[in-house]
C-alpha cells in the first residue's frame, strides 16, 4: 500500500485538540500569574514573596488535570478545562487580594487554594473512574434520595447569617450540601424525562396557543415547587429554591419542547417567591434591603447592596486597578464571598466584569454545545441541565451584587470563596466533559467492513 493511501486512512476521526486545550492553560495559567504580581505591586510595591509558589502550584493544577484528560478524555471540549483554570485562579488572586485587608477577616486565599486542589482531584476521579455517562442513568431513583438528603440535612444545624445551609464536619468545616445536589438532582431529572417526556409532551389540550399539560402530568412540577418552598421556608435559602426549580423547567422544556412548561414554572415560582418574601423575616430583610439600598443613610449606615454598587460606580470602565479599591468598606465576610464580583466591578471596571461574565457565557456554550453533540437523550438531558444550574447559579449571584434581583446568599462558581462551591463545580465541569468526549469520539468501525480491513493492513504495515 502506498504511502498516500496510507495518510488517508489514518487520517479518519475527528481531532482531539488537546494541543489546543494545552495551549489555552498556558494563558489560563499566566494571566492570574501576572494579576497576583500587579496586586503585590500596587498595594506595597514589590512582587508578591508567592508569585512563584502560586504560579506553580496553579500550574501543576492545569498540567495534571490536562494529562488525565488527554489520557481519559482525548476527544472532550478543548474549552471547559481552560476556562475553569483561569476562573479559578483569578478568584484565588482575588481572594488574596481582600486578604491584605485587615478589617476583612482572616487569610482565606490558602485555604481556598486546598479546595481547589481537592476540587481538581475530584474532577480526575470523575473522569478516571466514570467511563461513561450512561451508567448514572442507572441510578435515577438513588440520585432523587441522596438529592432530598443533601437538601434535608442543613435543617439539623444552626443557622449561619441568617440562612441553614451550612453543615459542620469535625476537621473539615463548613460545607453547602446544596452546591451537591445541583449535580445529584440533573442527574435524577435527567434519568425521569427521558423516560416521562412522551407523556409529558403529547398529552395535552390547547387553550390558548398553549399546551396545556394534564393534571396527572404537573404532578411532578408541583412536587419539585412544593419542595422548592419548603427548602426556602425552613433553610431561608432563595437561591437553592430558584435554582432547583428553575433547573427543573429548563429540562422539562428542553424535553418537552412546549412552552406551557415555562409559563408555568415562571407563575409557580412567582408565587411561591412573593408569598414567603412576604411572610419569611430573613428573606423579607434582603428583597427589603433590594428595595432600599439606602434605607441605613439616616442612621450612619448603608446596606451591603448599597456599597456594591458604590463599587461599581466608582470602578467606571476600566477600574481603579487590582489592588487600590476599597472594598474594605463592605462589611462582614461578604467581599471574599457573595460579593466578591463588586471587587471585580471596582478594580477592574465594567470591562473586567464583562470579560469575567464572557468567560462564564462560553463556559455554559460548551455545556449547550455538548447537549447538542450528545448522540443518547440521557446525555443530552444531563448537559443542558449541568449547563443550566450553571447557567441559573451564575445569573443569580450576579443578578443580586448588580442590584438586578435579590440577593440569594449563593456564591459565585469557581471565584467565591467556599470550598463546597469549587469542588462541585469541578466535579460538574469534568461530567460535561466525560459526555463530550463520547459525543466527540469517532465511532468504531465495524468488523469486515473496507474500512476495518484497510486499518488491519495499515497496522501489519
Known amino acids: 500500500m502506498s504511502a498516500s493511501n496510507t495518510t488517508t486512512i489514518t487520517s479518519i476521526g475527528a481531532p482531539n485538540r488537546r494541543n489546543t486545550e494545552l495551549a489555552l492553560l498556558l494563558f489560563a495559567v499566566l494571566i492570574p500569574v501576572f494579576a497576583y504580581a500587579n496586586v503585590g505591586l500596587a498595594m506595597d510595591g514589590s512582587v508578591p514573596a508567592g508569585l512563584l509558589g502560586y504560579g506553580v502550584g496553579l500550574g501543576l493544577l492545569a498540567g495534571v488535570a ?42 482565606m486565599a490558602s485555604k481556598q487554594l486546598m479546595w481547589s486542589t481537592f476540587g481538581v482531584a475530584l474532577f480526575i476521579a470523575v473522569l478516571v473512574f466514570l467511563k461513561d455517562h450512561r451508567i448514572l442513568q442507572r441510578y435515577t431513583y438513588i440520585s432523587m434520595a441522596l438529592a432530598l438528603f443533601l437538601l434535608v440535612l442543613p435543617v ?5 447569617y441568617g440562612a441553614r445551609i451550612w453543615v459542620t464536619l469535625p476537621g473539615i468545616g463548613s460545607l453547602q450540601p446544596g452546591e451537591f445536589a445541583k449535580i445529584v438532582i440533573t442527574i435524577f431529572f435527567a ?64 424535553a418537552t419542547e412546549r412552552t406551557s412548561w415555562i409559563v408555568f ?10 408569598a414567603v418574601a412576604s411572610t419569611e423575616s430573613h428573606v423579607k430583610m434582603r428583597v427589603q434591603d433590594w428595595l432600599h439600598p439606602l434605607a441605613l443613610a439616616s442612621n450612619g449606615g448603608v446596606t451591603e447592596t448599597a456599597q456594591a454598587r458604590y463599587a461599581f460606580g466608582a470602578g467606571g470602565l476600566f477600574g481603579s486597578g487590582l489592588g487600590q479599591g476599597y472594598s474594605r468598606l463592605i462589611l462582614g465576610i461578604a ?24 468567560l462564564y457565557g462560553l463556559l455554559i456554550e460548551r455545556g449547550i454545545r455538548t447537549a447538542l453533540a450528545a448522540r443518547d437523550p440521557f446525555g443530552k438531558l444531563l448537559a443542558i441541565g449541568l449547563s443550566g444550574a450553571f447557567a441559573l447559579q451564575v445569573f443569580v449571584v450576579a443578578g443580586g451584587v448588580t442590584g438586578l434581583i435579590p440577593l440569594t446568599g449563593m456564591t459565585m462558581p469557581f471565584m467565591a470563596q467556599g470550598g463546597s462551591s469549587v469542588i462541585a463545580n469541578w466535579a460538574l465541569v469534568a461530567i460535561l466533559l466525560r459526555i463530550s468526549d463520547t459525543a466527540r469520539r469517532p465511532a468504531p468501525t465495524p468488523a469486515g467492513s473496507p474500512d476495518a480491513e484497510a486499518t488491519q493492513v495499515v497496522k501489519s504495515q
Open 191 to 254: 434519568g425521569y424525562l427521558m423516560v416521562k417526556r412522551d407523556a409529558l409532551a403529547l398529552a395535552s389540550r390547547r387553550v390558548m396557543g398553549l399546551y396545556l399539560p394534564r393534571g396527572r402530568d404537573l404532578g411532578p412540577i408541583l412536587v419539585i415547587w412544593a419542595l422548592s418552598l419548603l427548602i426556602l421556608i425552613f433553610e431561608t435559602d432563595l437561591g437553592t429554591s430558584l435554582l432547583f426549580f428553575g433547573l427543573f423547567v429548563i429540562m422539562l422544556y428542553v
Open 66 to 107: 490536562h494529562l488525565l484528560v488527554r489520557k481519559f478524555a482525548p476527544y472532550s471540549d478543548p474549552l471547559m478545562l481552560p476556562i475553569a483554570t483561569l476562573l479559578n485562579g483569578l478568584g484565588l488572586v482575588l481572594i488574596w487580594r481582600l486578604d491584605q485587608e485587615p478589617s476583612l477577616g482572616a487569610p
Open 156 to 160: 439539623f444545624f444552626p443557622p449561619v
Open 265 to 274: 414554572g415562571l407563575l409557580l415560582s412567582s408565587a411561591g417567591a412573593v
Open 335 to 358: 467581599p471574599k464571598s457573595d460579593y466578591i464580583l463588586a471587587t471585580v466591578g471596582e478594580e477592574m471596571g465594567l470591562a473586567g466584569v464583562m470579560a469575567v461574565l464572557l
